[in-house]
């Protein structure tokens, strides 16, 4: 069946470091792929999405590629500030059979300043 | 107001008691969905309304029933709740279903207490 796998949290990390919280997928057809962050106490929202196969999402310094060879939507930053502490979800929507939104598990982010 | 509303924030509630939680999207979406999300646990779809009619009952037990009353609204009608329901429950909205690259946007959820 169609899934998201995210690498498990929490992710802890020092001001300006490096991040990569990895996503999967496995889905029929040609899915969208979103990534979505959850500040605390707070609802859902969209950070960036990719809609075909090669697409780059970008906003607010994140990016995530839409790999299809590798059924991969790893999420990146350069430089993480203490406001990113967040949950990031990949999803993906649009999988062939289904018209459902189909959420990773999400993954805590703490950086540390 | 914008986006996606959800009333109330908190609400604390006996297992015998009956409540409504409440959902308004302001974007002109015509699908609107229910989630409940518990700590440690995937994000759980529970209803899913397309054009004002229910599409999706995910397995959700009798004691949750929603209600969409047109586009704007959706409602989820609690009664009898068990302890184990305390979650934060997400509505969301989309325009058409999943596909097409379409996002869904959240609410702010409701934090539900069932003591």
């Known amino acids: ?113 | 107001e914008t986006g996606v509303t959800q009333t109330p924030r908190h609400l604390v509630m006996g297992m015998t008691n009956k409540k409504s939680l409440k959902c308004e999207q302001h974007l002109g979406h015509n699908a609107m969905y229910w989630y409940k999300q518990s700590a440690k646990k995937p994000l759980e779809l529970m209803f899913v309304y397309s054009l004002e009619e229910r599409v999706e009952n995910n397995s959700v037990p009798s004691r949750f029933s929603p209600e969409c009353p047109n586009s704007s609204h959706l409602f989820l009608h609690l009664h009898t709740l068990q302890p184990e329901d305390s979650a934060l429950y997400l509505c969301a909205s989309s325009q058409g279903l999943a596909g097409g690259g379409n996002e869904q946007f959240f609410g702010p959820g409701t934090r539900l207490t069932v003591l």
């Not at chain 1, 498990?8 to 999967?24: D, M, Q, R």
């Not at chain 1, 995530?64 to 967040?86: C, I, M, N, P």
């Open chain 1, 1 to 113: 069946g169609n899934s998201v796998t995210q690498m498990e949290g929490p992710v802890t990390l020092s001001e300006e470091a490096f991040l990569t919280i990895n996503c999967t997928y496995t889905a029929t057809g040609y899915p969208s792929l979103f990534w979505y962050v959850q500040y605390p106490g707070e609802g859902l929202q969209l950070l960036l999405k990719a809609t075909k196969a090669d697409d780059k999402g970008s906003n607010k310094g994140f990016e995530a590629t839409y790999r299809k060879e590798t059924t991969s939507f790893h999420l990146e930053k350069g430089s993480v500030q203490v406001s990113d502490s967040a949950v990031y979800f990949c999803a993906l929507s649009g999988a062939s059979g289904t018209y459902k939104y189909i959420f990773g598990t999400g993954t805590r982010l703490k950086v540390l300043a």
